[in-house]
């Protein structure tokens, strides 16, 4: 079965950290793969996509993304976090082939962010 | 260019009732997807429509429906509301609902029924 695994429900980092955020899909070929933001009380504001081609891709907000054929994985990082990246970040797949424009999401990681 | 927008932003409903919340794409997108969002499941799929047709249906029940006018406006209704249809309704456009397209979203409406 198609499913999209964000590992850590809550992460919590320093201000000027750095930040790695985990999504794992599972699919019998490589998706489309997407990130999203979401603030209190927003809806989702897309940092990133990976269609093809270079595997590192760099997104809004200074953030990036590197996808692993090997490990399905389409991890988000930020090499220094600031206050205002607190918000809730999901990973979501489409899959390839189909037509009918439909989402699949992790079940979201929090981010908190200490000053 | 405008982006998605969704009415209202805010319902109180009891149950019983039903609901009508409206999505405006962005300017040119065809494709209008649903999603609803709580603490429990996450975002889940609702269905999309694409030049006024349904092309996918996610697992909700019948009291779960839309449609979508000629001008690419979409509507979903929720009849006989229960409590755990509670939820943030999210509505995203994209060009054609292809997979190679981004979908942008809107802010949601938040649904409460008590």
């Known amino acids: 079965a198609q499913s999209v695994t964000q590992p850590d429900i809550h992460i919590t980092v320093s201000e000027g950290a750095s930040l790695e955020l985990r999504c794992n899909y599972s699919y019998g070929a490589t998706p489309y793969l997407f990130w999203y933001v979401q603030s209190p009380g927003q809806g989702l504001q897309l940092l990133l996509k990976?269609?093809?081609?270079?595997?590192l891709v760099q997104g809004i907000k200074g953030f990036e993304a590197e996808f692993k054929r090997s490990q399905s994985s389409f991890n988000l990082r930020k090499p220094s976090v600031h206050w205002s990246d607190a918000a809730e970040y999901f990973c979501?797949?489409?899959?390839?082939?189909?037509?009918?424009?439909?989402?699949?999401f992790g079940r979201g990681t929090q981010l908190t962010v200490w000053p | 260019k405008a982006g998605v927008t969704q009415t209202p932003r805010y319902l109180i409903k009891t149950r019983g009732q039903q609901v009508t919340l409206s999505c405006s794409p962005i300017s040119g997108h065809r494709s209008v997807s649903w999603y609803q969002q709580t603490p429990g499941q996450g975002l889940q799929f609702l269905f999309e429509y694409f030049s006024e047709t349904q092309r996918n249906k996610g697992n909700f029940p019948g009291r779960f429906s839309g449609r979508q006018f000629s001008n690419s406006r979409s509507e979903m209704n929720v009849s006989t509301l229960e409590l755990g249809d509670s939820a943030l309704y999210l509505c995203?456009?994209?060009?054609?609902?292809?997979?190679?397209?981004?979908?942008?979203f809107g802010p949601g409406t938040r649904l409460l029924v008590l």
């Open positions: 990976y269609f093809s081609g270079d595997t």
């Open positions: 979501a797949v489409l899959f390839r082939g189909s037509t009918l424009g439909r989402l699949y």
């Open positions: 995203a456009s994209s060009l054609r609902g292809t997979s190679q397209e981004t979908q942008y």
